[in-house]
């Protein structure tokens, strides 16, 4: 390869890195730093507790399952420019965790949460039904480090804040833990049978208020994507009669806590993304950008040297040829052969 076709690939190689620098930090990471329009995941929590079936009015105890399954919908998120995801959620006892469908479940709820999908604020579109006043939920904003979140509570169906308690550590992560605490609060009533509250009643079933609460939940978010990775929470549902305390039962009463499973999916998860984006708000762009600066130096030093190079040789060939020409002119000092010649006979010819 010559100098100057090595020097312009140098060039041109240094100054698409150059312009790579910009590109990576200004464009790519913004497109990238955003929540996704298409998740599909689930997670389970899983605590032993008390309960009561809703059907027969019958308490148990016993390992409660909690399920949920959080599904995009692009196509409608990108027409309104927000993420809309779908939470269905699941909770099941022993006696229910086998069944197929989801209806025979302890609870089941499905909810629309719709958000901005930089400032994670709440969107209100496309049948929203969550988050209102809420700037955090199953997804926290990017750089979670602020002293306190409005985080949505799907029971109490509204946002109470959570505060930052310090950080934990998993797999020599830290992450940063929210500490969230809900004061009783009546969400709303529900049919059960009269002897689940210890009355009689004509009727197969009496409308009990339910009052929720949740001493505390603690959340572990990772701080640079916002992913929380751990969830331990307590919840406790009561029931009773409207305008009655004396008769009461409690609906449920468990603690909870993310399975190991789900918390290393979810860390593998948080830390991967967490130090792609810190490569890109750090160090790489700039140090894309730097090597191109170098290359083009190279690239253009390169050139000159090959620019001196040509100039060199071509003083040189001209050199030659002056040389070469001076050396015919010389030669016409001699005698002329036919002037010579022409000399030589004219005496003898006098001499004749």
């Known amino acids: 390869m010559s100098q100057r076709v090595s020097a312009a690939v140098l060039l041109a190689a240094g100054a698409l890195l150059v312009a790579a620098g910009p590109v990576l930090r200004f464009a790519v990471l913004p497109a990238v730093r955003v929540a996704p329009w298409d998740p599909d995941s689930t997670t389970v929590s899983t605590g032993q507790g008390r309960y009561l079936d809703p059907t027969t009015g019958a308490p148990g105890t016993g390992l409660v399952t909690v399920t949920e399954h959080i599904q995009g919908d692009p196509a409608v998120g990108r027409e309104h420019h927000a993420a809309v995801w779908t939470i269905t959620t699941r909770v099941d006892t022993p006696g229910t965790i086998a069944l197929s469908d989801a209806r025979q479940a302890l609870q089941l709820s499905v909810h629309r949460w719709t958000f901005d999908r930089v400032t994670n604020r709440f969107v209100p579109c496309c049948g929203a039904d969550t988050g209102q006043?809420?700037?955090?939920?199953?997804?926290?904003?990017?750089?979670?480090?602020?002293?306190?979140?409005?985080?949505?509570?799907?029971?109490?169906?509204?946002?109470?804040?959570?505060?930052?308690?310090?950080?934990?550590?998993?797999?020599?992560?830290?992450?940063?833990?929210?500490?969230?605490?809900?004061?009783?609060?009546?969400?709303?009533?529900?049919?059960?049978?009269p002897g689940a509250l210890g009355v009689t009643s004509k009727d197969a079933t009496v409308e009990a208020q339910e009052w929720y609460q949740n001493p505390q939940t603690v959340t572990l978010v990772d701080p640079e994507t916002g992913t929380p990775v751990s969830v331990a929470t307590h919840e406790i549902v009561t029931l009773h009669l409207p305008g009655d305390?004396?008769?009461?039962?409690?609906?449920?009463?468990?603690?909870?806590?993310?399975?190991?499973?789900?918390?290393?999916?979810?860390?593998?998860?948080?830390?991967?993304?967490?130090?792609?984006?810190?490569?890109?708000?750090?160090?790489?762009?700039?140090?894309?950008?730097?090597?191109?600066?170098?290359?083009?130096?190279?690239?253009?030093?390169?050139?000159?040297?090959?620019?001196?190079?040509?100039?060199a040789e071509a003083e040189a060939e001209t050199g030659a040829g002056v040389?070469?020409?001076?050396?015919?002119?010389?030669?016409?000092?001699?005698?002329?052969?036919?002037?010579?010649?022409?000399?030589?006979?004219?005496?003898?010819?006098?001499?004749?």
């Open 245 to 311: 305390t004396r008769h009461t039962a409690t609906a449920l009463d468990v603690t909870l806590r993310t399975t190991q499973d789900t918390e290393q999916q979810l860390v593998d998860q948080a830390t991967g993304q967490a130090t792609e984006l810190s490569l890109l708000e750090g160090p790489v762009p700039w140090l894309v950008t730097a090597a191109g600066a170098v290359l083009a130096v190279l690239g253009g030093v390169r050139l000159r040297r090959g620019t001196a190079l040509a100039g």
């Open 133 to 193: 006043g809420a700037d955090a939920f199953r997804k926290f904003p990017f750089h979670a480090d602020a002293l306190t979140y409005q985080l949505w509570d799907p029971e109490a169906r509204r946002a109470f804040p959570a505060q930052l308690d310090g950080t934990r550590e998993i797999d020599g992560h830290a992450f940063n833990a929210y500490v969230q605490t809900i004061p009783p609060t009546e969400v709303g009533t529900i049919a059960v049978p």
């Open 323 to 352: 040389s070469g020409g001076s050396a015919v002119s010389g030669g016409s000092d001699g005698p002329d052969p036919e002037g010579g010649a022409a000399s030589a006979s004219s005496p003898a010819a006098e001499g004749s």
